[in-house]
């Protein structure tokens, strides 16, 4: 019997425990679903392999579609993850930079003015670096306000967010750039049999944590989240490392703009990163990190994105649209953050320790 | 102290007023000639944005708490295809617009009881509410509605009602004196406006606000309902926005979806221009009305030179609140100077 | 500290500079508007958007036609699909008192109000491309556009020609990716695709919103290939954008596009024939492609030269459109004994062409 509790107390204390049990309950829904429709109740779970015209042989199911969709998200829940933790707010820019990104690439390959192209005017790399650098630019501007002018996160990101998005549509001429290029699609298609932006995507978490994990920089962040004043007096530039959590969080807006342009070949700027701001905040909020900065858990992000995208095509599975999914979504996230409510914590705490007290008194 | 953090405010509002009149100055010296010196110009920004009046009212008491609310846009496209199924359905327009508004009290309510007694972050609440209310517009219908003078006679009269003034007409090319008009939405947001006004300056609950916004601590410790008062900013505002959203729909007429994309954050741009502080405790919804005159003469006057990109309007916003977001934390950098 | 807030001032004057240079930028363009417009016809022209590449084409065609050497000074305004911007516009267009306003609505609906304050200033109103339901029709003067039921017709009558040329008895399992819910194309194209269905036997497997979007379209097929699988033989986009996105997904899957459905491919049905269209046309991916013509440009000149003349002009007037296929099997389709060509394509004919 004893034990038994402290192997729950253990599972209590486990940080990943939230994104773990939804993507849980998200799968065993799937099950249920293709068990009373008659099909393999593991139908979800199947990885096939599948002869294309397009992309030769590659892998197919369930499983990779979601990691092959969810890669945007999880890559925007790496720098969000840190964001939030170093500075105690979200950077609500991401979506737009992430179409500024993706324009600017799109232009630099096309040609300015030009509306649909096969050949590339610049080099590939070009394209790339142009497009990544601008997210890299958006970063350190929100940084820069954040950091320096100690503007509440929330509000400093709130003008890229509104200004990302409409210099995308004049970088591209108010046109939709169309690059139909076997090269720059290959981002958003496949590498060998696998999707390129799931191979994108583990590069990105591989480095990033390796980096977090070989220096100090992840207990700087979380030590500055804490308490930036004390950090500072610590010996710790706060500053600096505020700035710089807001400058990865655009590179990896970049990043992830890039993929999504490729996916589509094209610069669509009034839809690409749309609401993916609010995906990545998900995820971190799924991932069991507090939106009150401080102590971080990459992984639980990374889990919680692929959680999201998870639930959204098990949404479209059941039949849900796509324009009505957000409700469901809309739930989800009033349960999850209502249950980590202190109010609600405590209410739960004092509950428990009353019924402790009277099993004692019996 | 106290003295200088009220010139410090009214400078702000000062500064929001004297740059809509250059900026409209501007546009009455380079459109004068095709008609940018007309009343009805200027009306007809009033017409066009009557709804988002409303909206950046309620939204300023929100921010006025230091919190945010995001949903005001996916409310108001939730308010117009409830307007718009409901008088399909035959239901009579002055009932629809009672359920609508109701409809945005229990919104306001459910927000207002997760951010006050729940203690969940405002824009988490606020973004799950705009989710709901888009997905819910929807699960509702996905077509494109239409409200025409068959559906509901009562209400496509309203929107066509034309409330003469009795100045500053001019006579058209057909040689008719033309009497500048306003709609009745410009009413409905313009009372508003005073009456939000007057509740703030005048009201124990609007001076409470300002005290939750400059300090949740001291405020509770004066004997304040943090939590009760911090719900009620949110009912409010939901509340304006479903009357924002009426006026809104008597502007189009038409609901879907897509409708009113982004206007939250034209509305939360408006109160940062004129003002409002995000971290609470000071604004004026004068200011905000100021500021989403602003907006509307940018767009004004991108509209009436018809060689500009459509997206300069947008960018143009978001430089002047990038001008206001800095000019404000320089003062409240010398605030806290003159604390410490 | 005075040193502090020193610097907190420059860092402030940064910001102010860009804003400036910003509001100077913008300025100065408007300066260029004004210059040249003495002696000009002056239009205003309200637009949707830019969503689509047919979209782009009709801004194209507008902005050569109504240039300032062809005597007309265009105030040409993105709506950004948003209804709110185009009434501002129609209003500032009355405001400045424009010679004639050209209007493609976003909505049906709630442009009574401003049609009728147009009406009253004596400016005439060319509404293009979708309709306007007002409750008085002589608010405007003219509306010119597609007949997207004619459109649709003309595909499915083809569509029927085809099968019958090869000789197919099996069951036709269509996919209908429709346009956005509610705008005429999508109206007219689906009510000429259902009753062709329910007159020839065809079954519709699934019929969804695609949007006119490349995305959507793709989303549509890839959920209509997990669940139909081999069954599909026939996709019905309602438009290039969507057929592209639809050709990507079947392509992704394994399946083959093309015209032999009796060994397996997919046959793709598209509207609007852009220029991305029609080259899918050329390579055979695209079995049949129904024009819709962007070309309101030389329409509205037209319509505006009779008004101008107080010539006599029709209350609505319908653009002429062709059909694209590569198939030289089928050269004409026949719709109330009315004789419509197949035109073949080929490169020639899609580099002469402007979109």
Not at chain 2, 33 to 45: E, H, P, V, Y
Not at chain 3, 243 to 251: C, H, Q, V
């Amino acid at each position: 019997m004893a034990k038994e509790k402290t192997f729950f107390d253990k599972l209590k204390a486990w940080p990943l425990l939230l994104p773990v049990v939804a993507l849980i309950l998200v799968m065993a829904v799937n099950i249920i679903y293709d068990a009373a429709n008659g099909n393999n109740p593991f139908s979800f779970f199947t990885i096939t392999l599948q002869n294309t015209t397009a992309n030769g042989t590659v892998l197919y199911g369930r499983i990779i579609d979601i990691l092959n969709r969810g890669s945007e998200a999880a890559i925007l829940a790496i720098g969000m993850t840190l964001v939030v933790s170093s500075s105690a707010g979200t950077d609500i820019s991401v979506g737009s930079v992430m179409s500024l990104a993706a324009s600017v690439c799109c232009v630099t390959l096309a040609g300015y003015g030009v509306s649909s192209t096969t050949e590339l005017a610049h080099p590939l790399a070009l394209g790339l670096l142009a497009g990544v650098a601008v997210g890299c630019l958006c970063g350190a501007f929100n940084g820069f306000l954040v950091a320096h002018l100690k503007i509440q996160p929330m509000v400093a990101t709130l003008i890229l967010f509104t200004a990302a998005r409409s210099i995308g549509l004049l970088v591209c001429n108010d046109l939709i750039v169309y690059v139909r290029n076997p090269q720059f699609g290959f981002f958003g298609s496949f590498m060998g049999p696998i999707p390129t932006p799931i191979i994108i995507t583990a590069i990105c978490v591989a480095v990033t944590a390796l980096v977090l994990s070989k220096t100090a920089l992840g207990t700087y962040i979380q030590s500055v989240g804490i308490n930036a004043k004390a950090s500072r007096i610590a010996g710790l530039n706060s500053k600096t490392i505020i700035f710089m959590t807001y400058l990865l969080c655009g590179l990896f807006a970049g990043i992830a703009g890039i993929i999504n342009g490729s996916r589509i070949t094209s610069a669509d700027s009034n839809n690409i990163g749309l609401y993916m701001e609010l995906d990545a905040i998900l995820a971190v909020a799924l991932g069991g990190n507090s939106l009150g900065g401080g102590k971080f858990n990459l992984a639980g992000s990374i889990i919680g994105a692929y959680t999201i995208q998870a639930i959204t095509t098990t949404l479209y599975a059941l039949g849900v649209s796509s324009a009505q999914a957000p409700v469901y979504k809309a739930v989800i996230v009033i349960i999850i953050v209502a249950i980590q409510a202190p109010p609600v914590k405590a209410y739960f705490r004092k509950r428990s320790a009353a019924k402790a007290a009277l099993a004692k008194e019996v | 102290m106290k003295k200088l953090k009220i010139n410090g405010n009214t400078l702000l509002l000062l500064i929001t007023i004297a740059l809509f009149v250059v900026m409209y100055a501007g546009g009455m010296a380079a459109y004068g000639a095709k008609g940018f010196s007309r009343l009805q110009t200027f009306l007809d920004i009033l017409k066009t944005n009557a709804g988002l009046i409303c909206m950046a009212s309620g939204l300023t008491v929100v921010m006025l708490t230091a919190g945010i609310d995001i949903s005001v846009g996916a409310l108001v496209a939730m308010d117009c295809m409830i307007l718009a199924c409901g008088m399909e359905a035959g239901i009579g327009a002055v009932p629809m617009m009672i359920i609508v508004i109701v409809i945005g009290l229990i919104f306001g309510a459910v927000q207002g009881f997760l951010v006050g007694y729940l203690e969940i972050q405002p824009f988490i609440v606020t973004m799950a509410g705009m989710f709901f209310a888009r997905g819910m517009t929807a699960v509702i219908s996905t077509d494109q509605k239409s409200i025409t003078e068959q559906i509901n006679p009562l209400f496509y009269k309203l929107a066509n009602i034309k409330i003469k003034l009795p100045f500053g007409g001019y006579v058209n090319r057909k040689g008719v004196y033309m009497a500048p008009n306003i709609s009745v939405g410009v009413v409905i947001a313009l009372l508003v406006l005073v009456l939000i006004f007057l509740m703030l300056r005048y009201t124990k609950f609007g001076r409470s606000l300002y005290a939750i916004g400059g300090s949740e601590q001291s405020a509770a410790m004066m004997g304040l309902n943090v939590k009760f008062t911090k719900m009620k900013a949110y009912i409010l505002s939901s509340l304006l926005t479903s009357i924002g959203a009426i006026c809104f729909c008597l502007n189009t007429m038409a609901a879907s979806v897509q409708q009113a994309l982004g206007y939250e954050m034209d509305a939360i741009s408006s109160a940062v221009i004129g003002g409002t502080l995000l971290t609470g405790g000071v604004g004026n919804v004068i200011g905000t009305f100021f500021g989403v005159l602003i907006n509307g003469t940018i767009s004004a006057i991108v509209k009436t030179n018809g060689k500009l990109a459509s997206s300069w309007p947008s960018i143009l916003t978001a430089a002047l609140l990038f001008l206001f977001i800095v000019i404000q934390s320089i003062f409240a950098a010398i605030r806290e100077k003159q604390k410490g | 500290m005075t040193h502090r807030i020193g610097s907190i001032i420059f860092k402030a004057l940064v910001p102010a500079l860009i804003t400036g240079l910003a509001l100077c930028g913008c300025k100065t363009k408007e300066e260029d508007g004004t210059a040249a417009s003495e002696g000009l016809v002056t239009v205003g022209f309200s637009q949707i958007g830019a969503e689509s590449d047919w979209r782009i084409a009709s801004s194209d065609s507008m902005q050569t036609s109504l240039s300032t050497t062809y005597g007309y000074n265009l105030i040409y305004d993105d709506g950004q699909q948003k209804q709110e911007n185009q009434l501002l516009a129609m209003r500032e267009f009355i405001d400045q008192s424009v010679d004639y306003i050209i209007l493609d609505p976003i909505t049906e609906t709630g442009w009574d109000a401003t049609l009728r304050e147009a009406y009253d200033e004596g400016i005439p109103v060319i509404i293009i491309d979708r309709r306007v339901d007002t409750l008085d029709d002589s608010v405007y003067t003219v509306w010119a556009g597609s007949d997207f039921l004619l459109e649709g017709r003309r595909a499915c009558r083809w569509l029927k020609e085809y099968l019958e040329h090869i000789s197919f008895d099996d069951d036709v399992n269509i996919i209908h990716i429709s346009g956005t819910t509610g705008s005429s194309a999508q109206i007219g194209r689906t009510k000429a695709l259902k009753s062709a269905a329910k007159k020839f036997g065809w079954n519709i497997l699934m019929s969804e919103d695609g949007d006119f979007v490349q995305a959507k379209g793709r989303e549509i097929m890839e959920k209509a290939l997990e669940e139909y699988g081999d069954k599909i033989n026939v996709v019905y986009c309602e438009n290039d954008s969507e057929a592209i996105g639809a050709i990507e997904a079947i392509e992704q899957s394994g399946r083959r596009v093309g015209s032999d459905i009796k060994s397996g491919e997919i046959m793709i049905l598209s509207f609007d024939a852009t220029r991305q269209g029609l080259l899918l046309t050329l390579n055979g991916k695209i079995s049949v492609n129904t024009e819709c013509n962007p070309e309101y440009g030389p329409v509205c000149v037209d319509i505006i030269g009779k008004l101008k003349n107080a010539s006599r002009v029709e209350h609505e007037i319908y653009m002429e459109e062709s059909q694209f296929s590569a198939i030289e099997d089928i050269t004409e389709v026949e719709i109330d004994g009315e004789i419509y060509p197949v035109t073949m394509v080929d490169r020639e004919l899609i580099d002469s062409r402007n979109y």
